[in-house]
């Protein structure tokens, strides 16, 4: 069983990799050693680290998980992948049909920006209504 000791310490840790992976980030990007897409995604993923490190830290203390809570994040999971998927296919048609020029880094944006929209609207949904099978 995890302590509480040990919860504070993964997001001392989640903080500190994130600040590591953005300074890492910037010094590349500032000799330019990597693509700045990568680079973004880097950062991007440095910064939501940092965040959720600092939120579940300092701000919020983490949720009582039940039942109806681990059944709830399991649907809204589930239906953010299924709508995730259909963004991927919606995504593929308009670079077909338009001929648009999406890069990796824009892609890959919308994407994890959408997916976690969809999951914490869905998961917040059935928390609010109570989970119907």
């Known amino acids: 069983m995890k302590t509480k000791k040990d919860k504070k310490l993964k ?3 989640m903080i500190a990799f994130g600040g590591f992976f953005a300074a890492v980030a910037l010094f590349c990007s500032f000799y330019n050693l990597i693509p700045k897409s990568l680079t973004s995604g880097i950062i991007g993923f440095a910064t939501c680290l940092f965040v959720i490190g600092i939120i579940r ?3 919020r203390k983490e949720p009582l998980i039940d039942e109806m809570v681990k ?3 399991q649907k809204a ?3 953010s992948w299924v709508q995730t998927l ?3 296919a919606i995504l593929f048609w308009i670079n077909l049909i338009f001929k648009m020029a999406l890069t990796v880094g824009d892609v890959l944006y919308v994407l994890l920006f959408f997916m976690l929209l969809t999951n914490m609207f ?3 949904y059935y928390l609010r ?4 099978e």
Request: charged letters at 15%.
């Open 86 to 88: 259909l963004l991927i």
């Open 57 to 59: 830290l300092y701000i």
């Open 11 to 13: 997001y001392k840790l």
């Open 122 to 124: 869905f998961r917040h």
């Open 71 to 73: 059944t709830a994040n």
């Open 77 to 79: 999971i589930s239906i």
């Open 129 to 132: 209504t109570g989970i119907k």
